[in-house]
């Protein structure tokens, strides 16, 4: 974490000498230089002495050191171009008012050459232990943590594959699968991928299937190769040649191997392969990197033998990267459900595999941090085997401290170092977003949206040529879900992420180094005294009023409130600022019952990121135009209505999000706001989300927003139409656009050209009605999701939507007053959900043959003249779900009797919901 903080440093000088070097003057530019290079000559030996730190406390102090002189010039930077920023003004006021500025500026220059002496001093210092280090501590080789860890994950190793068969729980299913794959008959080289985050059992698994009688029959040559994070070709390779395949057909190692380099190495397995014409099954153990599956692969030849390659890997990449050909298979694993949790913790932690009943709640709480991690609940479960059963408030004293067992000794350290194995693998741009993971709430679900905004606004992000910090933030995030860091909890129909989270063992982890690292600090209890007096961040779970002094807080750089146990009104929030927290870019203050905002907000100079969602803010004062580095302004579900001029000061800003949710039954019940005129002046825009359309004035601005990529637009007139389709033609960048009707009799006017027609558009919504189908629909090649709502159409509208190649998902709602829909042949290969929503004229749907081959999802709603299920709809294999709410009551009482012929179109379907809207709620039941 040091490497990042140093690294992010660097970044922030280069720039900062360049832009700032005029008003620096001779002196102060030489000192930051020298504070560059310095710092720039420790970041390569900062790695690792990151690794040795653990076990060495002089290196972790003189990490510790490196860490904080990076955050204080950061701080010292930061306090420059705030005091400098000082607007020049004309007139006899602005002179008054610049003379001012001049006279403070000379005490902050003075002020701040002191701050950067004394930080050169300690530079200094810093660097001479830095050389003194280097020669003490050998970096050649790997660091003794490195390992030590090595050590830990092989016994551990070793231990999965001494499991004895009674032992596994939930085996069974993922090795019959698994058998079925490597026995599947096929004579082509296969090769198989187990995937999954470390600890869940891949090795067992894998070696549960190696081993089955079956396999070992089937095979004339096996091995197991263990290959690790230090991956090395050549004792791979001699491993496979000494110990596993002359072993195996009882033959003498020829002599000239052993003096065989890397590539002479391969040829010779490949050799011995194809000669003996052997059916071979060879297991690749915890493979880290691609580039080691790439240079090991060709000592495998294709025999034409029915030859398999098993590997295990926590990296999805990797996995997939191996399985290139069409017969090749990936395996994920899966976490153990709460049944098998609950069998696996009884036999490790009980004698006779019983839970004692008044043990029986704090054990539950105790395995439900595991989540279904195997090793995680496999180690707690030794560490409380050892424990006295008659003591419940010892077990509940490990359940309330699990984080700390972790800093530990014996098992739950083990668990906590192979964890920590991933962790230290990362790129240094990576470690900091991992760890900011530890600002939420355990269980907590996370907005994908949220987060990339507060990880760019903490300046986690590295620019790259061509791509928004927003592409670069989601590619971050994927790389972590890549290695198995962070979990997928919720996907939308276009594969694009919604919530994610953490596994809760390694969020108590990460937690802990975050803490040591300084990076964030969590507040439960509401008692800020026992804060660091340099805290940089505090993530505060359930906000508590109290009277303390918050002058701790002004280093901060983010104040983030999960939840109120007090409300946060104005008041509070001013004491919470009342430290002078100048520097903060990110502060969270979404559900706190505010219904201004405090004027110590607008005194945020860095602020980047504002969130007041779901608050009772009712209006936005011109001081806003004070934060000329926000970035990010969420006024979602506020009272605000309308945005004053002030805002056009915002040239930074790049997301604007100030609708207003109602009852999603209804079409119109998305508000936006009024803009000021001239918004067409905030040209970083990439999100705005939702503009009144008030006048052309306002229709003819957003045609100025070039970077636009999201745009939703309310109470459109039907005379609006042709200016809004000039100004979408010129928004090129555009990937979601959602338009509202002022009212639901209105016609939306969209017939008019847009040139170009936005290619890059991925999700449309229309509410409002049409005339017919627009005809530039059908050119959206890119489109994924398209919801036509009121729209009282008269014409098919699958006709225009049935070659889109890209289509996930259809709603429509209210949007066709024709009796039939005919899905044809062929049409809508990709869609996966479709939604009929108060079609109120429809009498049936008829599916063709090879029409709509990957839909999951079928939901009718109030469509309530259908008396028969879709016609072709048992032909619909990948169907998950169907859903019908408020239908008929003729079509409900044909499925409610099993026997019907209604009801075996769809037996095989694996979900399939009734629901009826009574009072105030659905009342579901399930066939």
Same mark, same amino acid.
């Given at each position: 974490?040091?490497?990042?903080?140093?690294?992010?440093?660097?970044?922030?000088?280069?720039?900062?000498?360049?832009?700032?070097?005029?008003?620096?003057?001779?002196?102060?530019?030489?000192?930051?230089?020298?504070?560059?290079?310095?710092?720039?000559?420790?970041?390569?030996?900062?790695?690792?002495?990151?690794?040795?730190?653990?076990?060495?406390?002089?290196?972790?102090? $003189?990490?510790?050191?490196?860490?904080?002189?990076?955050?204080?010039?950061?701080?010292?930077?930061?306090?420059?171009?705030?005091?400098?920023?000082?607007?020049?003004?004309?007139?006899?006021?602005?002179?008054?008012?610049?003379?001012?500025?001049?006279?403070?500026?000379?005490?902050?220059?003075?002020?701040?050459?002191?701050?950067?002496?004394?930080?050169?001093?300690?530079?200094?210092?810093?660097?001479?232990?830095?050389?003194?280090?280097?020669?003490?501590?050998?970096?050649?080789?790997?660091?003794?943590?490195?390992?030590?860890?090595?050590?830990?994950?092989?016994?551990?190793?070793?231990?999965?594959?001494?499991?004895?068969?009674?032992?596994?729980?939930?085996?069974?299913?993922?090795?019959?699968?698994?058998?079925?794959?490597?026995?599947?008959?096929?004579?082509?080289?296969?090769?198989?991928?187990?995937?999954?985050?470390?600890?869940?059992?891949?090795?067992?698994?894998?070696?549960?299937?190696?081993?089955?009688?079956?396999?070992?029959?089937?095979?004339?040559?096996?091995?197991?190769?263990?290959?690790?994070?230090?991956?090395?070709?050549?004792?791979?390779?001699?491993?496979?040649?000494?110990?596993?395949?002359?072993?195996?057909?009882?033959?003498?190692?020829?002599?000239?191997?052993?003096?065989? =380099?890397?590539?002479?190495?391969?040829?010779?397995?490949?050799?011995?392969?194809?000669?003996?014409?052997?059916?071979?099954?060879?297991?690749?153990? =915890?493979?880290?990197?691609?580039?080691?599956?790439?240079?090991?692969?060709?000592?495998?030849?294709?025999?034409?033998?029915?030859?398999?390659?098993?590997?295990?890997?926590?990296?999805?990449?990797?996995?997939?990267?191996?399985?290139?050909?069409?017969?090749?298979?990936?395996?994920?694993?899966?976490?153990?459900? =709460?049944?098998?949790?609950?069998?696996?913790?009884?036999?490790?932690?009980?004698?006779?595999?019983?839970?004692?009943?008044?043990?029986?709640?704090?054990?539950?709480?105790?395995?439900?941090?595991?989540?279904?991690?195997?090793?995680?609940?496999?180690?707690?479960?030794?560490?409380?085997?050892?424990?006295?059963?008659?003591?419940?408030?010892? $077990?509940?004293?490990?359940?309330?401290?699990?984080?700390?067992?972790?800093?530990?000794?014996?098992?739950?350290?083990?668990?906590?170092?192979?964890?920590?194995?991933?962790?230290?693998?990362?790129?240094?741009?990576?470690?900091?977003?991992?760890?900011?993971?530890?600002?939420?709430?355990?269980?907590?679900d996370v907005s994908v949206r949220f987060l990339l905004q507060t990880w760019i606004a903490e300046g986690f992000m590295l620019q790259r040529k061509g791509m928004t910090m927003v592409e670069v933030a989601n590619g971050y995030l994927n790389e972590l879900i890549n290695r198995s860091l962070i979990?997928?909890?919720?996907?939308?129909?276009?594969?694009?992420?919604?919530?994610?989270?953490?596994?809760?063992?390694?969020?108590?982890?990460?937690?802990?180094?975050?803490?040591?690292?300084?990076?964030?600090?969590?507040?439960?209890?509401?008692?800020?005294?026992?804060?660091?007096?340099?805290?940089?961040?505090?993530?505060?779970?359930?906000?508590?009023?109290?009277?303390?002094?918050?002058?701790?807080?002004?280093?901060?750089?983010?104040?983030?409130?999960?939840?109120?146990?007090?409300?946060?009104?104005?008041?509070?929030?001013?004491?919470?600022?009342?430290?002078?927290?100048?520097?903060?870019?990110?502060?969270?203050?979404?559900?706190?019952?505010?219904?201004?905002?405090?004027?110590?907000?607008?005194?945020?100079?860095?602020?980047?990121?504002?969130?007041?969602?779901?608050?009772?803010?009712?209006?936005?004062?011109?001081?806003?135009?004070?934060?000329?580095?926000?970035?990010?302004?969420?006024?979602?579900?506020?009272?605000?209505?309308?945005?004053?001029?002030?805002?056009?000061?915002?040239?930074?800003?790049?997301?604007?999000?100030?609708?207003?949710?109602?009852?999603?039954?209804?079409?119109?019940?998305?508000?936006?706001?009024?803009?000021?005129?001239?918004?067409?002046?905030?040209?970083?825009?990439?999100?705005?989300?939702?503009?009144?359309?008030?006048?052309?004035?306002?229709?003819?601005?957003?045609?100025?927003?070039?970077?636009?990529?999201?745009?939703?637009?309310?109470?459109?007139?039907?005379?609006?139409?042709?200016?809004?389709?000039?100004?979408?033609?010129?928004?090129?960048?555009?990937?979601?656009?959602?338009?509202?009707?002022?009212?639901?009799?209105?016609?939306?006017?969209?017939?008019?050209?847009?040139?170009?027609?936005?290619?890059?558009?991925?999700?449309?919504?229309?509410?409002?009605?049409?005339?017919?189908?627009?005809?530039?629909?059908?050119?959206?090649?890119?489109?994924?999701?398209?919801?036509?709502?009121?729209?009282?159409?008269?014409?098919?509208?699958?006709?225009?939507?049935?070659?889109?190649?890209?289509?996930?998902?259809?709603?429509?709602?209210?949007?066709?007053?024709?009796?039939?829909?005919?899905?044809k042949a062929g049409g809508f290969q990709k869609l996966k959900r479709l939604e009929l929503q108060r079609l109120e004229q429809l009498k049936w749907v008829r599916v063709e043959k090879d029409a709509l081959p990957c839909l999951q999802y079928l939901i009718m709603a109030d469509c309530k003249q259908?008396?028969?299920?879709?016609?072709?709809?048992?032909?619909?294999?990948?169907?998950?779900?169907?859903?019908?709410?408020?239908?008929?009551?003729?079509?409900?009482?044909?499925?409610?009797?099993?026997?019907?012929?209604?009801?075996?179109?769809?037996?095989?379907?694996?979900?399939?919901?009734?629901?009826?809207?009574?009072?105030?709620? $659905?009342?579901?039941?399930?066939?």
């Amino acid at each position: 974490m040091a490497e990042s903080a140093v690294a992010f440093l660097l970044k922030q000088l280069s720039t900062f000498l360049l832009t700032q070097s005029t008003r620096l003057g001779g002196g102060l530019q030489r000192e930051m230089q020298f504070i560059r290079d310095e710092l720039g000559s420790m970041r390569a030996f900062l790695r690792d002495a990151e690794l040795k730190e653990d076990d060495v406390s002089e290196l972790k102090e $003189w990490v510790g050191q490196v860490r904080e002189v990076a955050y204080d010039t950061q701080d010292v930077i930061d306090e420059f171009i705030m005091r400098f920023a000082c607007n020049r003004s004309d007139g006899f006021y602005g002179r008054v008012h610049n003379f001012y500025c001049s006279i403070k500026n000379i005490r902050a220059h003075n002020r701040i050459s002191s701050k950067i002496e004394s930080i050169k001093c300690r530079v200094k210092d810093i660097s001479e232990r830095h050389n003194r280090y280097r020669s003490d501590y050998s970096f050649s080789e790997r660091g003794s943590y490195s390992a030590d860890v090595e050590d830990v994950v092989s016994q551990f190793r070793r231990n999965a594959l001494l499991i004895d068969e009674a032992e596994l729980v939930g085996i069974e299913k993922p090795k019959r699968g698994l058998i079925s794959q490597i026995l599947d008959g096929s004579s082509n080289l296969k090769v198989v991928s187990v995937v999954g985050m470390v600890g869940m059992g891949k090795t067992t698994l894998v070696k549960r299937v190696y081993e089955d009688v079956n396999v070992k029959r089937h095979f004339q040559l096996h091995a197991w190769l263990t290959i690790s994070q230090t991956f090395h070709m050549k004792v791979v390779l001699k491993d496979l040649i000494r110990r596993q395949l002359f072993k195996e057909i009882n033959e003498a190692v020829p002599q000239e191997v052993e003096s065989m =380099d890397g590539d002479k190495l391969r040829a010779f397995v490949q050799d011995f392969l194809q000669q003996k014409k052997y059916s071979y099954v060879i297991v690749l153990d =915890d493979l880290w990197k691609l580039e080691s599956w790439e240079a090991i692969k060709y000592a495998f030849p294709e025999t034409n033998c029915s030859s398999r390659i098993m590997l295990t890997t926590r990296i999805s990449d990797t996995a997939s990267g191996c399985c290139t050909k069409s017969n090749d298979y990936v395996h994920k694993m899966q976490f153990l459900s =709460d049944e098998e949790s609950w069998t696996l913790f009884c036999s490790k932690t009980f004698a006779d595999n019983c839970c004692p009943p008044h043990l029986e709640d704090v054990s539950r709480g105790i395995l439900h941090k595991c989540k279904g991690l195997p090793l995680a609940i496999a180690s707690i479960g030794g560490v409380l085997a050892s424990k006295d059963k008659s003591k419940v408030d010892e $077990w509940e004293m490990i359940l309330h401290s699990l984080g700390g067992e972790l800093e530990g000794i014996g098992k739950l350290e083990r668990v906590k170092k192979i964890l920590l194995l991933s962790y230290n693998d990362l790129p240094w741009f990576l470690k900091s977003c991992l760890l900011y993971m530890s600002i939420y709430p355990e269980d907590w679900d996370v907005s994908v949206r949220f987060l990339l905004q507060t990880w760019i606004a903490e300046g986690f992000m590295l620019q790259r040529k061509g791509m928004t910090m927003v592409e670069v933030a989601n590619g971050y995030l994927n790389e972590l879900i890549n290695r198995s860091l962070i979990q997928v909890a919720e996907l939308d129909h276009d594969g694009s992420i919604i919530y994610c989270n953490i596994h809760g063992i390694l969020r108590d982890i990460i937690l802990t180094k975050a803490r040591e690292q300084n990076l964030v600090m969590l507040v439960t209890n509401g008692d800020y005294t026992r804060l660091p007096e340099n805290i940089r961040r505090i993530a505060i779970h359930e906000f508590i009023e109290n009277h303390h002094e918050y002058n701790r807080f002004k280093h901060l750089r983010s104040l983030l409130i999960f939840g109120y146990r007090n409300p946060l009104n104005e008041s509070s929030l001013s004491k919470l600022l009342s430290g002078h927290p100048k520097l903060l870019n990110v502060l969270n203050l979404q559900g706190a019952k505010l219904k201004s905002i405090p004027k110590e907000v607008f005194k945020l100079f860095h602020l980047k990121y504002l969130n007041l969602q779901d608050t009772g803010v009712e209006i936005i004062s011109q001081s806003i135009g004070n934060l000329q580095n926000l970035e990010y302004l969420n006024l979602v579900n506020t009272h605000v209505m309308e945005l004053p001029i002030g805002i056009l000061k915002l040239k930074k800003l790049r997301e604007l999000l100030v609708f207003h949710k109602g009852d999603y039954s209804k079409n119109f019940a998305v508000r936006g706001f009024k803009a000021p005129r001239e918004i067409g002046r905030l040209l970083s825009l990439e999100v705005l989300d939702s503009i009144d359309a008030d006048n052309d004035e306002t229709v003819r601005e957003i045609g100025k927003l070039a970077q636009l990529r999201e745009l939703s637009i309310t109470k459109l007139r039907r005379e609006d139409g042709k200016e809004l389709c000039s100004s979408l033609g010129k928004l090129t960048n555009l990937r979601k656009l959602f338009v509202y009707s002022i009212k639901e009799d209105e016609i939306l006017d969209r017939q008019h050209s847009m040139s170009p027609t936005p290619q890059a558009l991925q999700m449309l919504r229309l509410s409002g009605r049409l005339e017919k189908v627009p005809q530039w629909l059908s050119s959206l090649q890119g489109l994924t999701v398209i919801e036509l709502c009121g729209s009282g159409l008269r014409e098919n509208p699958l006709e225009s939507l049935q070659d889109l190649p890209n289509l996930v998902k259809i709603i429509f709602n209210k949007a066709y007053e024709g009796e039939q829909l005919c899905f044809k042949a062929g049409g809508f290969q990709k869609l996966k959900r479709l939604e009929l929503q108060r079609l109120e004229q429809l009498k049936w749907v008829r599916v063709e043959k090879d029409a709509l081959p990957c839909l999951q999802y079928l939901i009718m709603a109030d469509c309530k003249q259908v008396n028969e299920l879709p016609w072709g709809i048992q032909n619909l294999n990948k169907l998950q779900s169907l859903g019908l709410y408020n239908m008929g009551n003729e079509l409900v009482m044909k499925l409610q009797d099993k026997g019907s012929e209604e009801y075996q179109k769809i037996v095989k379907i694996p979900e399939i919901v009734i629901a009826n809207w009574i009072d105030g709620q $659905w009342d579901e039941h399930f066939l």
